[in-house]
């Protein structure tokens, strides 16, 4: 008999070889299929006439550190903790990285969105010194968009596919998440789910793409179906820039009114989940018992195959789709009841805005703040700037600290957008993607109302 633990490459046994021999009486080989590691070893072995053995079973010590590391982060507070530095951490890394934005609302000299915007203006005035008109705003608005939409949004899904596999491969997450998912199982959260929904605090798409990993189809739909109650960094963005232009006369309620949105949205996906689990009939039980986790360096070619694999899936099966709706709905920025406007406010975009402003009037929202909503269906990035064309972000430090929080807590959770969407579709086919819609847009509504009732009896 030989013993043989395979994989050595990504973590060996807290003994070597020859200790592990001694104390179990037969060979014990470390190999790896990938490096070769042992290979040689067992070959040799094999063709060697090992004497009949029998495995002795012995209880093996495991040595004080490993003992030590597994109690700390086995511990559910201390594992929830790290997963959620995890979560802020990484929101925080994007946010600096990608919008340029600090922790406290400042902004840096060069992000990723500043230097994309360059480019945009660059190829904008290029495109309309030399062709212009509706032509000119066609290939701009709407094939150039589309390709800088997916630029964007590449870097956030290529950046949070590095760390989502970098936490699983190291064997961080199915440590920490192992301690915790029973209990949040108790909430609703699928088990396993909760990784997923850490990552859609970085972007939504990854998080709703790796949900078609998670163990049996109940835990994928229902993962799946909450990923857009996280706010995503771009989302984030939103609170950001929003909080600090409305409340610049009182910074303190800044880091106040962008945190509130995050737990309300934790609230409603609660809800949400009652809801999916009742009409769906899923169950969120821990799934039998998970082996221990090693923590380990992840094997550097491997890696980095799995994140360019998960990248090129990801623009195959949702590029095409999320380039096809930008392109199909330029029209309606473009024109208007009176033909081909340069205005947007006297586009169909803007007529949708001003259809949809009696359903928020009763929240103190005009619809040149509602219809950047409508662009948000795309890509949230687009909202902020649909927020400056129609004057909505200064509209917006007129308005009460209740239709301010109103708005961020609906913009928090009230849809995915298409990337997102297209994902879903993918993951849980038409009918469940069109529920979710429903059920996002009816509960953000309810939230954000009764959030505008309770601070309207708060005397300010």
């Known amino acids: 008999m030989i013993l043989v633990f395979n994989m050595a490459d990504l973590w060996k046994p807290p003994y070597t070889q020859e200790e592990l021999s001694k104390l179990l009486s037969v060979p014990v080989v470390f190999t790896s299929a990938v490096t070769g590691e042992g290979v040689a070893r067992l070959r040799e072995l094999l063709f060697k006439d090992v004497p009949k053995s029998s495995l ?15 109690a700390i982060l086995s511990r559910p507070p201390i594992a929830l903790a790290t997963l959620l530095a995890l979560g802020v951490l990484t929101t925080i890394f994007l946010m600096a990285v990608i919008e340029g934005i600090t922790p406290w609302g400042g902004n840096l000299p ?33 094939l150039w968009e589309s390709v800088l939409t997916l630029l964007i949004l590449s870097v956030y899904v290529i950046i949070a596919f590095t760390l989502i596999v970098l936490y699983e ?9 192992k301690s915790v998912e029973r209990r949040l199982s108790y909430l609703g959260i699928p088990p ?14 990854p998080a709703a793409t790796t949900a078609k990993a998670l163990w049996g189809r109940g835990s994928r739909v229902l993962t799946a179906l909450l990923t857009p109650y996280v706010p995503c960094v771009a989302r984030l963005a939103i609170f950001v820039a929003v909080a600090a232009a409305a409340l610049s006369r009182i910074p303190y309620l800044i880091p106040v009114a962008v945190f509130i949105p995050y737990l309300i949205s934790f609230g409603f996906a609660l809800i949400a989940s009652f809801i999916y689990r009742k009409a769906l009939g899923i169950k969120t039980e821990a799934i039998g018992i998970v082996p221990p986790a090693p923590l380990m360096w992840p094997r550097w070619n491997i890696y980095f195959k799995k994140v360019a694999v998960s990248y090129k899936e990801f623009i195959l099966k949702v590029g095409p789709l999320l380039s096809a709706v930008i392109i199909a709905l330029w ?38 703040v509602v219809m950047p909503l409508v662009g948000g269906w795309i890509f949230k990035e687009v909202v902020l700037g649909l927020l400056e064309a129609t004057g909505g972000l200064q509209i917006i430090s007129t308005l009460p600290l209740s239709s301010i929080m109103a708005f961020l807590v609906f913009t928090a959770f009230y849809s995915a957008c298409i990337a997102t969407l297209s994902v879903l579709y993918r993951t849980v086919g038409l009918k469940l993607t069109a529920l979710s819609v429903v059920v996002n847009l009816a ?15 708060v005397p300010l």
């Open 56 to 70: 002795r079973l012995q209880d093996l010590k495991v040595p004080e550190y490993a003992v030590i590391k597994s």
């Open 192 to 205: 396993r789910g909760v990784v997923c929904l850490f990552v859609a605090a970085s972007c939504n798409v």
């Open 110 to 142: 060069v992000s990723l969105v500043s230097l994309f915007d360059l480019l945009d203006q660059h190829v904008s005035q290029a495109v309309m010194a030399s062709i212009g008109g509706p032509a000119g705003r066609f290939i701009i608005e709407a």
């Open 331 to 368: 029209p309606l920025s473009a024109y208007g009841p009176g033909g081909y406007v340069e205005d947007i406010s006297q586009s169909y975009l803007a007529a949708i805005g001003n259809a949809l402003e009696p359903l928020f009037e009763p929240m103190g929202l005009p619809w040149q």
């Open 443 to 457: 509960l953000a509504y309810i939230a954000a109302f009764a959030v505008y009732a309770a601070l309207s009896l």
């Open 169 to 177: 491969d190291s064997g961080l997450i199915a440590l920490l998440s």
